[in-house]
């Protein structure tokens, strides 16, 4: 993550879910010539497996040329984090942003200790980015005091702020709340995050990157535009040659990561 706080840019950090996702953000990454975070989230850990999609990620990046690195996603436990570790991830998120204050400040704090003897950066989440299915409400804004707060005592190296986004999509546009970025970004060192990038439009990204967010994460679309092809082409193809179906989906991925990247990398 030194890289991000360097380049003062945006940093896209893509999830995959199978080789083919994998493949599909890779090769965008590799056609712009751009860095990219490669993320999973428990659940694609226990579908893929940890050593598969560790090996899969780290090899990914090497065969394809890109500048990256592995990071786990929303980690829930200290004990995931732990494994992720072991297994060579270069950094975790410890995600306790729905315990209270003084319980997410512990958890982080012990997986900022534990990540360091690997030196490996650790994400923590403050306020509330709300979850697929949880209600979209504005109650949950980032304190700035208290991730003033949180950042002194965790140490944490990169911090998801809740300013108006939410995972999955959006029924009604989102507005970001700028002032508040601004706010956050004057009084706290550690590197900040934008999660629920996906349906956010493309100037309120930039902008949102000219105010301090340097990691944006990308997950939904992602699924989403993989699903939507390989739907279109099965309604019409009675095709069982996986190997001539997917990589329609793949590229439906890359396409997308591309224009991701554009409009990260314009600022
Ligand atoms: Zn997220």
């Given at each position: 993550m030194r890289l991000l706080t360097e380049q003062k840019k945006g940093l896209l950090a893509t999830n995959f879910y199978n080789l083919e996702t994998l493949h599909g953000v890779l090769r965008a990454a590799r056609e712009l010539d751009q860095p990219l975070i490669l993320q999973l989230t428990s659940n694609s850990i226990e579908y893929m497996g940890l050593n598969t999609a560790v090996n899969s990620a780290k090899t990914g990046l090497k065969d394809y040329g890109v500048e990256g690195w592995l990071h786990l996603d929303h980690g829930g436990s200290v004990e995931l984090a732990q494994a992720c570790l072991d297994a060579g991830f270069d950094s975790v998120m410890i995600d306790g942003?729905?315990?209270?204050f003084d319980e997410n400040i512990k958890i982080t704090k012990e997986v900022v200790k534990r990540a360091s003897a690997y030196n490996a950066n650790v994400e923590a989440e403050l306020g509330y980015v709300a979850k697929l299915g949880q209600a979209h409400t504005q109650m949950g804004f980032t304190r700035v005091a208290e991730a003033e707060t949180f950042v002194e005592e965790t140490g944490v190296d990169a911090l998801a702020i809740a300013i108006g986004t939410a995972h999955g999509f959006y029924k009604e546009e989102p507005k970001l709340q700028f002032d508040l970025l601004a706010d956050i970004h004057s009084r706290i060192k550690s590197i900040l995050v934008l999660h629920?990038?996906?349906?956010?439009p493309a100037a309120q990204l930039q902008q949102a990157i000219s105010l301090g967010i340097c990691k944006i994460n990308l997950a939904t679309e992602i699924k989403n535009i993989f699903m939507k092809t390989l739907q279109s082409i099965l309604k019409q193809s009675e095709e069982i040659d996986l190997r001539k179906v997917f990589p329609k989906a793949t590229n439906s991925v890359t396409q997308l990561v591309k224009e991701k990247l554009l409009i990260v990398q314009n600022n």
């Open positions: 942003s729905e315990l209270p629920g990038s996906s349906g956010v």
